[in-house]
């Protein structure tokens, strides 16, 4: 068994993913510590052609070719089929800090934690390759439970896959997956590992660069589904709140982190979904997901719970004037 198995998936990534395979491998691990899976995810562009030579030099690297079904799909497609006792899932139009894997992995193997959270820094395509040769000193790694990650670590905003390691064994026993066909797959996700975790491991360390400005990422536009998607996260934050033996503090932590996620769909079709009649849809079909949610932790998520179950209309034409 290999102690890493790194699952990217490909999808309209020409412009991007060699500098990230290039990444790789300088990490300063041998090939046979870990794999590469690649999800080639039905990408129409030359981003195969790319790094056709990066994957013909290097047996530890496996490619699987599927019709496009989304980034959800592709990563849970490339964990069915990963050999590596830990787990890093990738987005190839990010890159890795040279050198730093394999000092995070080393710990990872010594611990054996079911979650090693390090650090990342958002860049952009002019600066990114600033942070790729730097020296970095690790603080003392504090272990921690999955429950105080939830609560102490967790920014209901910045909810990233890429910047944690986690042990498959944890994720196959706990049957935990990505939500097939949405975007913002990461919330819900990163939700119940913290959840369900019991040993984790926090380092301050940098090892992932995360490409802030990509103009085609799912960060950087929004549109209906992306809309319908954020109701689907709201959703599954809701249910993960309703799990049994979860104190009433982790409840009230998962029910904001909700609301948060509301908050930016309604914030996002104000200001983007220019057709009236379509954010009228959206907040109606809001409505409809929220009826059984009752946000109650201060006046703002009491407001706006009662509106959107009595006056949806009338809450998106406050949103309107507001935005103005």
């Known amino acids: 068994m290999r102690q890493l198995s790194i699952i990217i998936s490909v999808y309209k990534v020409e412009k991007y993913i060699r500098e990230y395979m290039e990444s790789v491998f300088r990490q300063g691990l041998a090939d046979d510590q870990f794999e590469l899976i690649i999800i080639n995810d039905g990408t129409p562009d030359r981003s195969m052609e790319v790094v056709a030579d990066i994957i013909s ?72 390759s600033s942070y790729r040769h730097i020296n970095q000193n690790c603080s003392q ?103 049994k033996r979860i104190t009433k503090e982790e409840r009230q932590k998962i029910r904001h982190d909700a609301f948060a996620s509301l908050s930016v769909m309604v914030d996002k079709t104000v200001r983007h979904i220019d057709n009236a009649k379509e954010r009228r849809e959206i907040i109606c079909h809001l409505h409809q997901e929220t009826l059984n949610m009752f946000f109650s932790n201060g006046w703002k998520q009491r407001t706006t719970t009662f509106l959107l179950h009595h006056a949806p209309l009338l809450y998106l034409s406050l949103q309107e004037k507001r935005k103005r």
Request: hydrophobic share 40%.
């Open 57 to 128: 030099a290097h047996d530890n690297i496996k490619v699987v070719n599927q019709p496009n079904q989304g980034l959800s799909v592709a990563l849970n497609a490339g964990l069915n089929i990963a050999k590596g006792e830990y787990i890093l899932f990738n987005d190839p139009d990010d890159i890795l800090v040279d050198n730093s894997v394999g000092p995070l992995l080393s710990q990872t193997m010594t611990t054996k934690p079911d979650i090693v959270l390090a650090d990342y820094i958002k860049t952009t395509d002019e600066e990114i």
């Open 141 to 243: 790694p504090k272990e921690k439970t999955g429950r105080e990650l939830l609560l102490e670590d967790l920014d209901p905003y910045r909810c990233y896959k890429c910047r944690a390691l986690f042990l498959r064994k944890f994720l196959l026993e706990n049957n935990i997956r990505f939500v097939p066909g949405i975007f913002y797959q990461d919330v819900p996700f990163i939700h119940e590992c913290y959840l369900k975790a019991k040993r984790c491991i926090r380092m301050h360390w940098l090892f992932y660069l995360y490409r802030s400005n990509r103009p085609e990422s799912a960060t950087n536009s929004f549109n209906h589904k992306k809309a319908m998607d954020f109701c689907i996260v709201v959703k599954e934050l809701w249910k993960l709140s309703m799990m």
